[in-house]
C-alpha cells in the first residue's frame, strides 16, 4: 500500500534531549513537509522540501532541523533550542509544490 | 499576508441534520487552491476536495458540497443528513500562489463537529 509512515506514533523525551521524529513515503512525491499542531490550532509550517538534498525554513523553523538525502525520507530533528517541543507533528507529501498534501498519521511528542 | 479563518470553534448537531462549516480567506495572489481537510480523533489529516481560484462552481461528492464564492473570499462546506462518523476536526486551508514554488497551506483554526446520535 502506498502512503506515508510516521514513528512513533507516540514519543516522552526529557527536556534538553534532541529527538528525532521519521517521516517515510512511498508514493514518489517529490515534495515533503514537517508540520506542527498545537491543542486548538491549526496547523503551521515548520520545514518543507521540493527534491532531494535541498529544504527551506517554514514559519516556525527556530529549534527544529531537517535532512532529505533520500526522496522517500525527510526526518525532523526536534533540538533543546526549542523552547516549547510539546505538540502534535504532521508530515505531508505532494507531487509537486502545487500537489495534493497527503498526511501521515502524526507523531504526539510529549517533552518533560 | 494570507490569512484563514473558521469562525466556528464548535458545533454540535443531532445526526440527519445539515450542516455548513464556514471558510473565509484573506490573499493577495490571483492564482491559488483553497482544501478542505478532515482530521478524526485518530489525527491523520484526510484530505477532502482541492478547489482553483479559477473554478468558482460548486462540487458535491455524496453528502458533501462546497460552495466557492470569489466575491465574498468564502469557500463553504455542506454536510447533508450528517451521521455519527462525520465527527471531526475540519481544516480549511489555503495554498501560496503556484509561483512561489513553496507549496506553502495556510490553515485555519478548525471546526469541531460533533455528531450526536
Known amino acids: 500500500d502506498g502512503g506515508i509512515t510516521q514513528s512513533p506514533k507516540y514519543l516522552f523525551r526529557k527536556e534538553g534531549q534532541n529527538v528525532t521524529l521519521s517521516c517515510e513515503q512511498n508514493l514518489n512525491h517529490d515534495a515533503m513537509y514537517w508540520y506542527r499542531q498545537d491543542p486548538g490550532q491549526g496547523l503551521r509550517l515548520i520545514y518543507y522540501s521540493q527534491i532531494v538534498n535541498d529544504f527551506q525554513k517554514g514559519d516556525i523553523a527556530e529549534g527544529y532541523s531537517v535532512s532529505r538525502e533520500k526522496k522517500e525520507s525527510f526526518p525532523l530533528t526536534v533540538t533543546s533550542a526549542q523552547k516549547n517541543p510539546t505538540a502534535f507533528y504532521l508530515c505531508?507529501?505532494?507531487?509537486?509544490?502545487?500537489?495534493?498534501?497527503?498526511f501521515g498519521p502524526g507523531t504526539r511528542l510529549t517533552v518533560t | 499576508a494570507q490569512k484563514v479563518t473558521q469562525a466556528q470553534t464548535e458545533i454540535s448537531v443531532v445526526e440527519k441534520e445539515d450542516v455548513t462549516l464556514d471558510c473565509v480567506y484573506e490573499t493577495r495572489d490571483t492564482t491559488y487552491y483553497l482544501f478542505w481537510y478532515k482530521q478524526p480523533p485518530s489525527g491523520e489529516l484526510v484530505f477532502l476536495i482541492r478547489r482553483n481560484s479559477f473554478d468558482e462552481q460548486n462540487e458535491i461528492s455524496g453528502r458533501y458540497s462546497w460552495n466557492f464564492q470569489k466575491s465574498t473570499s468564502s469557500f463553504n462546506f455542506t454536510i447533508t443528513a450528517s451521521q455519527v462518523v462525520d465527527s471531526a476536526v475540519y481544516f480549511c486551508a489555503l495554498s501560496e500562489a503556484p509561483s512561489s514554488n513553496t507549496g506553502k497551506l495556510i490553515f485555519g483554526q478548525g471546526t469541531t463537529l460533533q455528531v450526536k446520535p
Open positions: 505531508a507529501s505532494s507531487i509537486g509544490s502545487t500537489g495534493v498534501q497527503y
